[in-house]
């Protein structure tokens, strides 16, 4: 496949939906009788042996209409940022990209009992995000001055595995919905 940019995807007859190759734009590509060679602004090479040609079409798919994902990670850590209580009665926000020297933590809130809440979120949660989380907690609690701190791997659902390993650890992992998360209140007051 050819895009209108330039970029030339390589996919699979059946079951793959990802390409088995694929050179980005800018490429150049010569076309000649029993192979395609496409050459990228780096130099590198793919060559395409044609054995057979059995269609040869073209589709213009018209203007790109761009792509906006409602329900990314961002969002979800968006809107628990404010309403953090729709995880447990209590928690107030303490501050959204927490800065440790690993990376910043989604959500650090503090419980109804002033104790420090570590909060992963993410769209499906895995066993690399309850790894991240404990990563993350593993350096506030070399910080003496943060106290008794515990983590939550927050996601819109958690793979059973992720659920089982967050456990043996001593964490917390809650699904959220997110349609129901947009349509939570909000206890915060505004003006507008």
Excluded at 87 to 109: H, K, M, N, Y
Aim: proline share 3%; hydrophobic share 45%.
């Amino acid at each position: 496949m050819v895009k209108a940019d330039g970029c030339v995807a390589i996919h699979a007859d059946g079951g793959a939906y990802k390409p088995l190759n694929w050179m980005n734009a800018p490429n150049q590509l010569v076309e000649l009788e029993d192979r395609w060679e496409v050459t990228n602004a780096k130099g590198e090479r793919l060559i395409v042996t044609l054995h057979q040609v059995i269609s040869d079409t073209n589709h213009a798919l018209g203007v790109d209409p761009g792509l906006t994902k409602d329900g990314v990670e961002a969002h979800l850590q968006e809107m628990l940022a404010e309403k953090p209580w729709v995880l447990e009665e209590g928690l107030t926000l303490v501050r959204r990209e927490f800065p440790t020297d690993l990376g910043p933590i989604d959500l650090v809130c503090l419980d109804r009992f002033g104790a420090m809440v570590a909060i992963e979120v993410k769209r499906r949660g895995e066993i690399a995000g309850v790894e991240q989380l404990g990563r993350y907690l593993e350096r506030l609690r070399l910080d003496g001055r943060m106290g008794s701190v515990r983590g939550v791997l927050v996601a819109q659902s958690i793979a059973s595995q992720a659920r089982l390993l967050a456990r043996a650890r001593g964490l917390e992992a809650i699904e959220v919905d997110y349609d129901g998360l947009r349509e939570a209140g909000s206890r915060e007051m505004r003006l507008f």
